[in-house]
Nanobody
């Protein structure tokens, strides 16, 4: 069955960096766009970034543009989210997901599969 397993979350100081990974299984990653969502306590879920199946097209929410970079390695069945210059407002649970579409202008399409989430906490 389809599985998405995130890792790489943790506690980091403001201005620091983290790299999230999402290992996928149960489907052919080459055929699908992938994305990252996040949800902070008391806030709605936000589509952060997505990447098309070949990796040549990406989308970023305005809140993370210029700081986060999404990438993928289809041979390793893995999607990444490099997060730099982290801010306290980036604190959230981050979810890897398989959106129905990913366009340059966003937002991410609704997702049919989700990972379990990984906690990112930005605090001094």
């Amino acid at each position: 069955q389809v599985q998405l397993v995130e890792s790489g979350g943790g506690l980091v100081q403001p201005g620091g960096s983290l790299k999230l990974s999402c290992v996928t299984s149960g489907f052919t990653l080459d055929y699908y766009a992938m994305g990252w969502f996040r949800q902070a306590p008391g806030k709605e879920r936000e589509g952060v970034s997505c990447i098309n199946n070949s990796g040549v097209m990406t989308y970023y929410a305005d809140t993370v543009k210029g700081r986060f970079t999404i990438s993928r390695d289809n041979a390793k069945n893995t999607v990444y989210l490099q997060m730099n210059t982290l801010k306290p407002e980036d604190t959230a649970v981050y979810y890897c997901a398989r959106p129905s579409y990913c366009s340059e202008d966003g937002p991410l399409g609704p997702a049919d599969y989700w990972g379990q989430g990984t906690q990112v906490t930005v605090s001094s």
